[in-house]
């Protein structure tokens, strides 16, 4: 017998009429924080970001490939991984589809990470993608968007992610059970999975300039995590009290049917 609670047809109405008043709330608080997001001001890209391309060397205003818009996912996959973050590559399995249609509305999608060009594509041809993927690791473009962090930062000073400071944390040094398994999904120690982070970044080409008009970080990427938006309307929602369960799409046991 089930513990959760069990009601009529007639109960079930009543109580979803009145959550969807809470959902339509939330929907409009949602339109609201989307108008916010696109008044932030403007900050001009001064630097000339480089970045190794299927098709090359490329600036940061030739990934536009001629659109106005430019949305980039910092994905976590630095120099030293074998694979990419196990959280990052749940969330790229929902941008093929996306890819497409953003392209044809005036809006580039390219994930960017650290890692030479050859261990990117090599990853994508493994998991079935076919979003644009860039290196940059000849720039300081992580860095600056602060989704990298080099070992004296951790050590000493600490760093700023997320828009709050993080003090020097020696206790990444082996990490806790989740950090050291998601590390080792991507072939490396728990400090070094930790010098890069996830996190999102808007552009806009305009008049021949760049600007950066929006970053996001942490849990601000749950937006476009595909599974979460199907998950929370699961009946049992995101179910991780036994913390992530998520793995590379190609480490899933085969699913077992019931007979």
Request: with cysteine; proline share 4%; net charge negative.
């Amino acid at each position: 017998m089930t513990s959760h609670t069990v009601g009529t047809r007639e109960e079930w109405l009543e109580a979803r009429l009145a959550l969807l008043e809470a959902e339509k709330e939330h929907t409009r608080r949602g339109d609201e924080l989307a108008q916010r997001r696109q008044a932030l001001p403007w900050v001009r890209i001064e630097k000339d970001y480089r970045f190794d391309t299927e098709q090359g060397e490329a600036s940061l205003a030739e990934l536009f490939k001629g659109r106005s818009q430019l949305i980039v996912y910092h994905f976590m996959f630095g120099p030293d991984y074998e694979a990419g973050c196990p959280s990052c590559s749940a969330i790229a399995d929902g941008f093929n589809g996306s890819v497409t249609h953003l392209a044809n509305h005036d809006v580039m999608l390219w994930a960017v990470s650290r890692a030479p060009l050859a261990k990117l594509l090599a990853f994508r041809e493994r998991m079935g993608w076919r979003f644009p993927w860039a290196s940059s690791g000849n720039s300081d473009f992580n860095f600056d968007f602060n989704v990298s962090f080099t070992e004296e930062q951790e050590r000493t000073k600490g760093v700023d992610y997320n828009y709050r400071h993080q003090p020097k944390f020696e206790w990444r040094d082996g990490g806790n059970e989740i950090e050291r398994a998601f590390a080792a999904m991507a072939g490396v120690s728990a400090p070094i999975y930790h010098r890069d982070r996830p996190g999102m970044s808007a552009f806009i080409r305009e008049d021949g300039a760049i600007y950066h008009t929006y970053s996001s970080y942490s849990r601000g990427v749950d937006g476009v995590w595909g599974m979460y938006a199907w998950l929370d309307r699961a009946p049992k929602g995101r179910n991780e009290a036994n913390g992530p369960w998520w793995r590379h799409n190609d480490r899933y046991e085969a699913v077992r049917t019931a007979p």
